[in-house]
């Protein structure tokens, strides 16, 4: 009887095992699998102190110049401001000459709920080529990104209509 329960073990180990190295959750390592996930979506992403940058994308459009998307929220209680922004070594022309970052009211680059638009005069690169971004804030440290460039084709075929958002004004604190 101590045979076929040692046997009853032996084969409940040899399962247990396989089901790890099959589904690959018994890796670890720098090759995990699950830390080589890729980015799913166009627009890259990082923070600078509490200031999340998400989902910056350049759309080439058909006169040469660039328009901007992306959204810019600050998670921290201490207001700051976006100041600028600069796409492969070109300053945009942003609707206003800074977007304040308070709590949790984001900044949003085109689209429905846009309050900022940017742009760059000349982009000199092509869809598909990837260039630096780079975001300057009052107080937070600036952002370096390397977005991608898409054409104004498909999701991206409304960006860029040429006219800049004016910003929506911030709501006063309700402190006195």
């Known amino acids: 009887m101590t045979n ?8 409940l180990v040899v399962v247990a095992a396989s089901v790890l190295l099959l589904s690959a959750c018994g890796a670890t390592g720098p090759d995990a699998p699950t830390r080589n ?6 627009g890259v992403e ?4 509490s200031i999340a940058v998400r989902d910056i994308v350049v759309v080439a459009q058909p006169d040469g110049s660039a328009a901007l998307v992306g959204t810019f929220i600050n998670e921290g209680a201490t207001p700051d401001a976006l ?16 977007f304040p970052l308070l709590q949790n009211k984001p900044v949003i ?21 990837r260039v630096p971004v780079i975001v300057t ?11 991608i460039i898409r054409a104004k084709a498909d ?12 910003p929506a004004s911030p709501t006063p604190s309700a402190s006195k």
């Open 4 to 11: 076929t329960r040692l046997q009853k073990s032996a084969g």
């Open 37 to 42: 996930i890729k980015q799913v979506s166009d």
């Open 46 to 49: 990082t923070n600078s102190g």
């Open 83 to 98: 100041t600028g922004i600069t796409v492969n070594g070109v300053a945009a022309t942003l609707s206003a000459a800074s």
């Open 109 to 129: 680059f085109s689209g429905d709920s846009s309050n900022a638009s940017g742009t760059v005069a000349s982009l000199s690169a092509q869809p598909g080529d």
């Open 137 to 147: 804030f009052k107080n937070a440290a600036r952002a370096t990104l390397s977005a």
């Open 155 to 166: 999701y991206f075929a409304n960006v860029g209509s040429g006219k800049l958002v004016a």
